[in-house]
């Protein structure tokens, strides 16, 4: 069993930054892959960006290509998403989400992933 927690989200002003975290305890997180998903109020779980156990491939939703960037440390058990420029657009809970047995594959469904976390609350002002 996984447990994982998010922190780093608030408020920030459009263009800003915030790094996200997801820190994991339990299991073999190092086989993990893990994935950032975000839902905003009345919309759809929206996948983010994903990252492989080996953190040797990523893949980022069009939405946030060249603005967000997922990372990995496994000694720490934890995947950071550092989010520049953001937008109002972003403004959305924001959820880490592991899965086992992918291999090398970033997978977007979150019906992939097993194990959620709360969720961390990011806010864009205008």
């Known amino acids: 069993q996984v447990s994982l927690i998010e922190s780093g989200g608030g408020l920030v002003q459009t263009g800003g930054s915030l790094r996200l975290s997801c820190a994991a305890s339990?299991?073999?997180?190092?086989?993990?892959?893990v994935g950032w998903f975000r839902q905003a109020p009345e919309k759809e779980r929206q996948f983010v960006a994903g990252?492989?156990?080996?953190?040797?491939?990523?893949y980022y939703a069009d939405s946030v290509k060249g603005r967000f960037t997922i990372s990995r440390d496994n000694a720490k058990n934890t995947v950071y998403l550092q989010m520049n420029g953001l937008k109002p657009e972003d403004t959305a809970v924001y959820y880490c989400?592991?899965?086992?047995?992918?291999?090398?594959?970033?997978?977007?469904?979150?019906?992939?992933?097993?194990?959620w976390g709360q969720g961390t609350q990011v806010s864009v002002s205008t």
């Open positions: 339990g299991g073999s997180f190092s086989t993990y892959g």
């Open positions: 989400a592991a899965a086992t047995g992918l291999g090398t594959v970033v997978a977007v469904a979150h019906e992939l992933y097993t194990y």
């Open positions: 990252i492989d156990s080996g953190a040797s491939i990523t």
